[in-house]
């Protein structure tokens, strides 16, 4: 499936790719961020961002998948605490970041702007262990802007 859509973006640009890509968000399909995710199930999300950057990577592109993590609301998206268990955060919103980091080892991960547990989720010590010691990702990490 991901050599089609890559297939499909290749051709809309005529063959002149940008040296990176921003187009995996791994947001669940809650609420208004339904428009740029791929599903509302953890495993299928992951599963899908996963091989459409192994697809784009082929071509030697850059990919970032994101919002790193609990990203699922547009309303006051900068402000928000999400207050997460860590049941749920690892069973619901890691999984997709887990399985996509896991299948494609992808260049680059974008930060969300809101916090979690009450802490921003680029500077969150949880999070960022999770991601760098528990799954041993070396990538770069970047903030939304």
């Given amino acids: 499936m991901y ?3 890559f297939l499909c973006l290749s051709e809309a640009s005529n063959g002149s790719l940008p040296s990176s890509t921003t187009g995996s968000c791994l947001a669940l399909l809650i609420l208004l961020l339904g428009f740029e995710s791929y599903s509302e199930d953890p495993f299928l999300s992951g599963t899908l961002a996963g ?5 784009v990577q082929e071509e ?3 990919t970032t998948p994101k919002h790193y993590v609990c990203n ?5 998206r900068m402000g928000v605490n999400s207050i997460v268990t860590d049941r749920a955060l690892r ?3 890691l ?3 887990m399985l996509c980091i896991k299948a494609a080892r992808p260049a680059a991960v974008m930060t969300a702007y809101n ?4 802490v921003h989720c680029a500077e969150n010590p949880v999070l960022l262990d999770i991601l760098r010691k528990e799954w041993k990702w070396e990538g770069l990490l970047m903030s939304d802007w």
Avoid: H
């Fill in 60 to 62: 030697d592109v850059m």
């Fill in 115 to 118: 916090k979690v547990n009450g």
């Fill in 95 to 97: 999984m997709p970041f």
């Fill in 51 to 55: 091989e459409y950057c192994k697809g």
């Fill in 3 to 5: 050599r089609v859509v």
């Fill in 91 to 93: 069973e619901v919103y």
């Fill in 72 to 76: 699922d609301q547009e309303d006051d």
